[in-house]
């Protein structure tokens, strides 16, 4: 039987062209002092004089298909002589001689006019931006729809640094804040390229600090409180959720703090002496090291017993190392063994948590490698105990065990 030659097709001479567009070269070679691609070589795997005399139809077949081609694509031509059927001409290269060539071939002429036209305007404003363009080119063409409103921005912020204003008080004509919203990380790499380094807040970093980066406000990030004695009522209120510098700010006469992350487990933590709790999905890890009070007070965090839970506790221990868990332990979870459940596989840690206590980290080990194993019980794979299914006896029993270990007030 004759096997199917593997010479090269037009189909494949027009996806090599294919190949330079989507990785961008083509487009690249439009920019200011780019090296050009062109003329161009294309790869071309041809017959051989063995070939010829054994497959000498489908040698024939091969070439009538590239004189075919588009007259974009020149080929030059070799001479095979052969012992039984002499000489004969076959296809040796195939070129395509320049990138207008190759884009009109491809049908994408009109698509690299817009990007001559966008990089024009781009490079005139921000000559800074012709390394990004070389890199995310085909990116820039994606959002050329849109790229008179990413100027406008870039413009906008160059003239009004450290602005002061919330993201909705921009006034930038023919700009929405939403378009500003929703495009953060395309808009924070170039100013990144187009603003002065002391118009950068260095500390903040990502699309959700794209504000404080680059000198707006941003919305005051707001903790729930819920005061546990009721003689510490504030005008009669003992649930109340506040900006984090109103709450920084406020006097209290608490001798302990509690946190947790279920809003369920909040509402019905009983009432304790001299106690507040904190809570609200969000801001227990990064916001309760901006509250220079809580690293006066014992500060107990009850999350869910699961390798999650207690990499969310080392974390909290980053902003305030004297943080105690709460109804973590082993004891907790064996008294509850027909509430188990299981750990999603995308949620789990396996990183190394250094902030833990001896007992804390054998217990997130044995979690975490499923070599936790209860009496009489086979190991459980991924084992998760939630904390809203901690029955609220065995709460109310553990709370009835501690002991503050530091006292004062908040001021």
């Given at each position: 039987m004759m096997t199917q030659p593997n010479w090269t097709t037009p189909s494949e001479l027009r996806a090599q062209l294919q190949r330079l567009w989507?990785?961008?070269?083509l487009l690249r070679t439009r920019l200011p002092n780019a090296t050009s691609l062109f003329p161009l070589q294309l790869r071309l795997k041809k017959p051989n004089s063995q070939d010829l005399g054994q497959h000498f139809e489908q040698v024939r077949y091969w070439i009538n298909q590239l004189q075919q081609l588009d007259?974009?694509?020149?080929l030059t031509w070799k001479e095979i002589n052969h012992r039984q059927l002499g000489r004969n001409q076959i296809p040796d290269n195939v070129w395509v001689e320049q990138v207008d060539d190759a884009l009109a071939l491809l049908g994408l002429r009109g698509a690299a006019q817009q990007f001559d036209k966008l990089q024009e305007d781009t490079l005139s404003a921000f000559p800074e931006l012709l390394p990004w363009l070389e890199k995310y080119s085909l990116l820039a063409l994606e959002k050329a729809g849109n790229w008179h409103k990413v100027l406008a921005v870039l413009q906008w912020f160059c003239h009004h640094p450290h602005s002061g204003l919330y993201l909705r008080q921009l006034d930038i004509a023919g700009v929405d804040t939403k378009f500003i919203e929703q495009h953060r990380g395309l808009l924070g790499q170039l100013l990144d390229m187009v603003l002065p380094a002391e118009h950068i807040d260095e500390q903040w970093r990502g699309a959700n600090a794209f504000s404080k980066r680059y000198g707006l406000?941003?919305?005051?990030?707001?903790?729930?409180?819920?005061?546990?004695?009721?003689?510490l009522a504030i005008a009669g209120l003992t649930d109340l959720e506040l900006p984090v510098e109103q709450l920084a700010s406020l006097y209290l006469p608490v001798k302990q703090v509690f946190v947790t992350e279920n809003e369920i487990n909040a509402l019905a933590f009983p009432e304790q002496a001299?106690?507040?709790l904190l809570f609200g999905q969000g801001y227990a890890l990064d916001?309760?090291?901006q509250i220079p009070w809580l690293s006066r007070q014992p500060l107990y965090y009850w999350g869910d017993i699961d390798t999650h839970g207690f990499?969310?506790?080392?974390?909290?221990?980053n902003h305030l190392p004297h943080t105690q868990s709460l109804l973590m332990d082993a004891t907790t979870l064996l008294h509850h063994q027909d509430m188990w459940g299981q750990e999603p596989a995308d949620k789990r840690c396996t990183s190394a948590l250094p902030l833990l206590s001896d007992k804390e980290q054998k217990l997130y080990q044995a979690l975490r490698d499923n070599t936790f194993c209860p009496p009489n019980k086979e190991t459980v794979t991924n084992l998760r105990f939630e904390q809203e299914h901690v029955r609220f006896g065995w709460l109310q029993q553990q709370l009835s065990k501690l002991e503050p270990t530091i006292t004062g007030s908040v001021v």
């Open positions: 989507d990785k961008g070269e007259k974009r694509y020149r406000l941003d919305k005051p990030l707001r903790v729930r409180l819920r005061i546990l004695d009721s003689k001299d106690s507040i916001v309760l090291g990499a969310i506790l080392n974390r909290l221990r």
